[in-house]
């Protein structure tokens, strides 16, 4: 099973970036489906952005246009670059993917936190 590791979270004021990167323990270049995910305190987990079986790219309306996600299979990483952030963005940023009908297991994710 691969192991994901996210990085790249941190402050940062309103209105500004942050890149989020997934490392893997191993290829990812046969695991089409992978996303970011994000809980706050005291909600559930969401779905941010994600790529879907059939290679396209979905987000969540509540960052569309502001979210990107990426990746690159040489380096088994995926990437998440948040622009014109907003203190609602503030959660836990976790990666992802389904494979032969299951989720990977669960990381430490990310902190995101975004000022006002």
């Known amino acids: 099973q691969v192991q994901l590791v996210e990085s790249g979270g941190g402050l940062v004021q309103a209105g500004g970036s942050l890149r989020l990167a997934c490392a893997a323990s191993?290829?990812?270049?046969?695991?089409?489906?992978m996303g970011w995910y994000r809980q706050a305190p005291g909600k559930q987990r969401e779905y941010v952005a994600m790529f879907t079986s059939g290679g396209t790219i979905n987000y969540a309306s509540s960052v569309k246009g502001r979210f990107t996600i990426s990746r690159d299979n040489a380096k088994n990483t995926v990437y998440l670059q948040m622009n014109s952030l907003k203190p609602e963005d503030t959660a836990v940023y976790y990666c992802?993917?389904?494979?032969?009908?299951?989720?990977?297991?669960w990381g430490q994710g990310t902190q995101v936190t975004v000022s006002s």
């Open positions: 191993g290829s990812i270049r046969s695991i089409n489906v």
């Open positions: 992802n993917y389904y494979l032969n009908g299951g989720f990977g297991s």
